[in-house]
């Protein structure tokens, strides 16, 4: 019984992370498939400073940044700028789209929480996601809740982990914005002037790119749902900048994601299969209309159908 148990545990993580591998490899068209949010958490863990961690994040050999928002066909400096409230630590990663224009890329939200303990998260823009991500700092310690489908069909693949929130305070960025008399970081950079140690590249097509975009993906991230840092979007609206360029240039690739489907089969324990597929359609009177389709064993299941209206004035 005990290694029955086991065996589903890890069918369970397994299967989890190959799908959110597999899924998160497809290109979207968006600009985010250019710019590596794992790599980007990872680069703050390493850096001693933001200045340090905005020099980690625009190296070519770290493969965090493949971005050429404004198609000058070079790759766009990123920039990174601190704002703070008590004990809230806000570094927003930008680019200079054009002389008047800028786009946030993420931003990294960090709270000490107390003594020696804090939390961070890295949210990629809407932007440039097409839905804000959130990813944090993962644990070889987490616990995946293991449900079987409702019919008997395996392991559900889309139950969030119980998760541990991971410790951050021992990272030497963290422990150094919390010093006393620090400053906030502001990037000395900008449209046009750049440091003497970068130097533009032509940006990677998506069949290079797609490994570097993946490498940093594994157990010590994981993408969640909920924000930790309180008050962080309140104390970043105002900084948040859009530009009308990168918007008017992803209109399309925004408007075909509008329109997602995820599909996965996964084999259970006993060799069963479930396939699981979800379609969300933003009609043109601002009403959705969700399907999820369940099938077994390669047979048609039952389709449902949720239709949600905006409420009437």
């Known amino acids: 019984m005990l290694k029955k148990i086991n065996f589903k545990a890890i069918l369970l993580f397994i299967s989890c992370f190959n799908i959110s591998f597999l899924i998160a490899q497809d290109s979207t068209g968006l600009a985010g498939d250019h710019f590596s949010l794992e790599a980007a958490l990872e680069m703050f863990k390493k850096a001693g400073s933001p200045e340090e961690f905005e ?79 959130i990813i944090e ?5 987490d616990y995946l809740k293991e449900e079987d489908d409702a019919k008997g069909n395996g392991p559900n693949p889309f139950l969030e982990a119980q998760t541990i929130v991971v410790n951050v305070w021992f990272w030497p960025c963290v422990r150094h914005v919390y010093t006393i008399g620090y400053r906030p970081w502001r990037s000395a ?76 089969t996964v084999t259970g324990p006993r060799g069963n299969k479930l396939t699981k597929s979800k379609t969300s359609v933003t009609g043109p009177r601002g009403n959705k209309v969700t399907r999820s389709k369940t099938s077994t064993g390669g047979n048609s299941g039952k389709v449902k159908q949720k239709r949600t209206s905006p409420r009437k004035k």
């Open 55 to 133: 020099k980690l994040i625009n190296e070519e050999n770290n493969k965090v940044n493949n971005l050429d928002l404004n198609e000058d066909g070079q790759v766009d400096f990123v920039k990174v700028n601190e704002y703070q409230d008590g004990d809230v630590r806000l570094f927003v990663l930008s680019v200079d789209v054009s002389e008047k224009e800028t786009q946030d890329i993420a931003v990294i939200e960090l709270e000490k929480t107390g003594e020696e303990s804090a939390v961070v998260q890295i949210i990629g823009d809407e932007a440039i996601f097409g839905e804000s991500q």
């Open 189 to 264: 950079w900008r449209w046009g002037y750049y440091p003497a140690w970068w130097i533009p590249r032509r940006p990677w097509g998506w069949s290079i790119w797609r490994p570097y975009r993946f490498a940093y993906a594994g157990p010590h991230v994981r993408f969640v749902h909920t924000r930790r840092c309180v008050g962080g979007h309140r104390i970043y609206a105002p900084y948040h900048r859009h530009s009308t360029i990168v918007k008017t240039r992803y209109a399309p690739a925004h408007r075909h994601y509008k329109v997602t489907k995820s599909k996965t």
């Open 137 to 141: 700092p993962g644990s070889p310690d």
